[in-house]
Antibody
Framework: QVQLLESGGGVAQPGRSLRLSCAASGFSFSSHGMHWVRQAPGKGLEWVAVISSHGRTMVYADSAKGRFTISRDNSQNTVLLQMNSLRDGDSAVYFC?????????????WGRGAPVTVSS | EIVLTQSPGTLSLSPGERATLSCRASQSINNNYLAWYQQKPGQAPRLLIYGASSRATGIPDRFSGSGSGTDFTLTISRLEPEDFAVYCCQQYAASPSPTFGGGTKVEIK
């Protein structure tokens, strides 16, 4: 069935790095833009980044610009989020999400999330 | 950035009752590019409605969305036990950043 599965979450000190991975299955991965959305404890959802279906276009939220890098490997049906210079405010559950319709950034498939805690 | 304000924060209702949730935008949302999601503790969000009023695949018809411009509504006609959850709206009209509302919790009265 259609599925997204995140991995790579964990605990990191401020200033350090973590890399999240999202494995897709059950659909034509290379046909969809892929996004990362996060949710801090007790807070609402916050969009983080998108990568286009072909992997040539990436857009970031202001909170992620210059620190996070989204990438994808269509041969492996995987999307990555490299997070550098982590801050306390980056602590959240990070969801991988599938863009439902080309150019319309709403999300019809979500992973279960990868928890990230930034703490000294 | 378009700010979405949801009300009420919490809605206390009984199974079988009707739930009406509001999402108000700080500016008009072009093309009615507004979605609604359901989220249960420890689970991923589930897409319910897109385009303000189109139900996503597999969503029961007790869920309906309406509205345009800056005011949008999610209605659950008769609450089932599995509907008690948090609901959030999302706009995807403003480039480059989609934004989400803070959520409405529908709890059992």
């Amino acid at each position: 069935q259609v599925q997204l599965l995140e991995s790579g979450g964990g605990v990191a000190q401020p200033g350090r790095s973590l890399r999240l991975s999202c494995a897709a299955s059950g659909f034509s991965f290379s046909s969809h833009g892929m996004h990362w959305v996060r949710q801090a404890p007790g807070k609402g959802l916050e969009w983080v980044a998108v990568i286009s279906s072909h992997g040539r276009t990436m857009v970031y939220a202001d909170s992620a610009k210059g620190r996070f890098t989204i990438s994808r490997d269509n041969s492996q049906n995987t999307v990555l989020l490299q997070m550098n210079s982590l801050r306390d405010g980056d602590s959240a559950v990070y969801f991988c999400a599938r863009e439902a319709h080309w150019g319309q950034w709403y999300f019809d498939v979500w992973g279960r999330g990868a928890p990230v805690t930034v703490s000294s | 950035e378009i700010v979405l304000t949801q009300s009420p924060g919490t809605l206390s209702l009984s199974p079988g009752e009707r739930a009406t949730l509001s999402c108000r935008a700080s500016q008009s949302i072009n093309n009615n590019y507004l979605a609604w999601y359901q989220q249960k503790p420890g689970q991923a969000p589930r897409l319910l409605i897109y385009g303000a009023s189109s139900r996503a695949t597999g969503i029961p018809d007790r869920f309906s969305g309406s509205g345009s411009g800056t005011d949008f509504t999610l209605t659950i006609s008769r609450l089932e036990p599995e509907d008690f959850a948090v609901y959030c709206c999302q706009q995807y009209a403003a480039s480059p950043s989609p934004t989400f509302g803070g959520g409405t919790k529908v709890e059992i009265k």
